[in-house]
């Protein structure tokens, strides 16, 4: 009872950890920070997060994120359209360009900076420059306070605001390949908000997963009716856990007030 009574506790404040971290990082706060937070105080950390005010998003004209404009040679930042010295214009393929090259720098800032500004671009053209992005940074991560989650939250938060059905097939691919914990479960959040339907097995194969079965689970709820009968069929042949965690989100559809 001791024991258990210590699992819960630790899983409790790792939950806490995360929520808190997604939280902070959304508002534009250090993730590392606010997951240290959550861990050591859990629901206080939690409601601190959810009270922190909410950072512009202004980045820092640094020289990394700066470029010299070929015609009066004076350095503009690289996703700008018009050299505000002599008005000189760059078609917007070649500033994509320039910020996927940026994607590829060591500095944590500037690559942040470059997801930032390819968000004003929404051109799809960009989407397996933030797939591969994401798969990298998620490679990269030893722990929660790396500083690679924050590029990994970055490009996931992207890819939900304007991925598609593209987008989930580079994404399965991915998952079948396996990788850590904090990547598979933030691809499987992404997964469930594009509400992709041909997603919905792969996410039922990863409720056999105890590691990214929680995520799994709550993405395949997004779904709604649709879910239920892949559902079903899983549950006539999972085993007893896996079961009744499936019949556990089959209810949960059924209650909820949009099935």
Same mark, same amino acid.
């Not at 939280?23 to 606010?34: D, F, N, Q």
């Not at 998952?175 to 996410?203: F, H, Q, V």
């Given at each position: ?39 050591? +105080?859990?629901?206080?950390? /939690? ?29 503009? &930042? ?31 800032? *500037? &690559?942040?900076?470059? /997801?930032?500004?390819?968000?004003? *671009?929404?051109?799809?053209?960009? /989407?397996?420059?933030?797939? &591969? ?38 994404? +399965? ?40 079965? *929680? ?7 997004? +779904? ?18 896996? &079961? ?16």
């Amino acid at each position: 009872m001791e024991t258990l009574f210590w699992v819960l506790l630790v899983l409790q404040a790792v939950i806490s950890g995360f929520l808190s971290m997604d939280i902070a990082e959304k508002k534009g706060h250090s993730s590392g920070a606010w997951f240290a937070c959550g861990f050591f +105080f859990g629901v206080l950390g /939690l409601i601190a997060a959810a009270g922190l005010p909410i950072k512009q998003s202004a980045t820092p004209a640094g020289a990394s994120f700066l470029k010299k404009c070929p015609k009066c040679a004076e350095p503009i &930042r690289k996703e700008a359209l018009v050299c505000k010295y002599c008005a000189n214009t760059f078609s917007k393929e070649q500033v994509i360009a320039e910020l996927v090259a940026s994607l590829q720098e060591k500095s944590v800032d *500037t &690559r942040l900076q470059a /997801l930032e500004a390819l968000r004003t *671009t929404s051109d799809s053209s960009v /989407l397996p420059h933030l797939v &591969r992005v994401l798969d990298d940074a998620g490679s990269q991560i030893k722990n929660p306070l790396d500083p690679a989650v924050r590029v990994l939250n970055k490009a996931a938060q992207l890819l939900e605001e304007f991925g598609g059905d593209s987008v989930s097939s580079q994404l +399965f691919t991915i998952l079948k390949r396996g990788g850590s914990p904090i990547k598979m479960n933030r691809i499987i959040e992404i997964l469930g908000k594009l509400r992709d339907p041909s997603a919905i097995p792969i996410l039922i194969g990863s409720l056999q997963n105890s590691q990214v079965s *929680t995520v799994a689970a709550k993405s395949l709820e997004k +779904f709604g009716n649709v879910a239920i009968p892949d559902l079903q069929e899983f549950t006539n042949q999972a085993k007893r856990s896996e &079961r009744k965690l499936a019949e556990q989100i089959i209810a949960r559809i059924k209650q909820a007030p949009s099935a």
